[in-house]
């Protein structure tokens, strides 16, 4: 008998069916090209560690929405439109997907997320600059 719960695992899995996730160098390339807005959503402590993603726009994950709503009060100038192509990124590539499948909810239809996250970001050898 179920009870119609679903387990984290079966909830990702089900969140990416609905999103296109990018890699790093699509990411990097769309983001070069003013195609699309990166989203560090990682917590300080990681981004003090690892660095950061120059250019990315650095919203802690429990502003997210509040922030690129672009119909919201609280949000950044660069929300302007439900349009706007939005890659979030974590540390790993997981918390992401669900945050993306919010930013979907809230209307924001092109957002995704990145693949392996910053951390694969990294190890690809793409732009990090060193945090604080």
Wanted: net charge negative; with cysteine.
């Amino acid at each position: 008998m179920s009870s119609g719960r679903v387990g984290i695992d079966e909830l990702l899995e089900r969140v990416r069916e609905g999103l296109e996730r990018i890699g790093p160098r699509e990411a990097f390339g769309a983001a070069e090209a003013g195609d699309a807005l990166l989203v560090d959503i990682r917590y300080a402590a990681l981004r003090d560690r690892d660095g950061l993603i120059p250019g990315a726009l650095v919203i802690e994950r429990n502003e997210l929405e509040w922030r690129l709503d672009p119909r919201g009060s609280h949000r950044v100038p660069e929300a302007v439109n439900h349009d706007l192509r939005v890659v979030v990124i974590c540390n790993e590539g997981y918390a992401s997907s669900l945050a993306a499948d919010s930013l979907r909810q809230l209307g924001l239809h092109r957002a995704t997320d990145l693949i392996g996250g910053f951390q694969a970001w990294r190890s690809e050898g793409l732009p990090v600059t060193l945090g604080r």
